[in-house]
Nanobody, 121 residues
Framework: QLQLVESGGGLVQAGGSLRLSCAAS????????MGWGRQAPGKEREFVAS????????DYADSVKGRFSISRDNDKNTVYLQMNSLKPEDTGGYYC??????????????WGQGTQVTVSS
């Protein structure tokens, strides 16, 4: 099982950008579908983006399409989430996650501890 550590969260004004990173432990990182989820205060955790093991396929929630981009570097065991044109409604805890396979890419089986993103209006 991978251990996940997120970084890169912070406070940003609306329209700004942030890049989140997730460092994973484990020798089989490239075999995992990786992704990001988020949880706003008072709301359930939701899917944000997923990327296949070799980075060929990506999927995004409708709310972030065209603004967020997920990528990975298998040599560094790291997955990234580039967030542009941020909106106040993007505020929340962002969690790196692992999915069992591409068919379940929006349903994650394990999560990191999270990093907070706050977007001010």
């Amino acid at each position: 099982q991978l251990q996940l550590v997120e970084s890169g969260g912070g406070l940003v004004q609306a329209g700004g950008s942030l890049r989140l990173s997730c460092a994973a432990s484990g020798r089989t990182f490239s075999s995992y579908v990786m992704g990001w989820g988020r949880q706003a205060p008072g709301k359930e955790r939701e899917f944000v983006a997923s990327i296949s093991g070799r980075g060929v396929s990506r999927d995004y929630a409708d709310s972030v399409k065209g603004r967020f981009s997920i990528s990975r570097d298998n040599d560094k065991n790291t997955v990234y989430l580039q967030m542009n044109s941020l909106k106040p409604e993007d505020t929340g805890g962002y969690y790196c996650a692992v999915s069992k396979d591409w068919r379940t890419r929006t349903d994650f089986s394990s999560w990191g501890q999270g990093t907070q993103v706050t977007v001010s209006s």
